[in-house]
Nanobody, 119 residues
């Protein structure tokens, strides 16, 4: 089992930055690919970024968001710059078997942290 706890969400103006963190406990953190997903009200869950043997980003965040991990601290990060109102969502970290965009490859999910970007 892996437990994941996100933090770092909040309210920010468009153009601002936030850094999300996800602390993992349980099984060996660096055995897993780690991803960020988001979901807005009334919309389906959306892939944001993943890090494993490689890093991958959705087109909507590429060049603005950076995913990283500190295996010594069992922590995943998402640095979000140049935020836009359309980035508003609940953000979830997930641990999975491979660094793919499909959420079905992820076995463990956090509770989420809310990000609100005002215009």
């Amino acid at each position: 089992q892996v437990q994941l706890v996100e933090s770092g969400g909040g309210l920010v103006q468009a153009g601002g930055s936030l850094r999300l963190s996800c602390v993992a406990s349980g099984r060996t953190f660096n055995d897993y690919a780690m991803g960020w997903f988001r979901q807005s009200p009334g919309k389906e869950r959306e892939f944001v970024a993943v890090i494993g043997g490689w890093s991958d980003y959705s087109d909507s965040v590429k060049g603005r968001f950076t995913i990283s991990r500190d295996n010594a601290k069992n922590t995943l990060f998402l640095q979000m710059n140049k935020l836009k109102p359309e980035d508003t969502a609940d953000y979830y970290c997930a641990a999975g078997r491979a660094p793919y965009r499909d959420g079905r490859y992820y076995d463990y999910w956090g509770q989420g942290t809310q990000v609100t970007v005002s215009a």
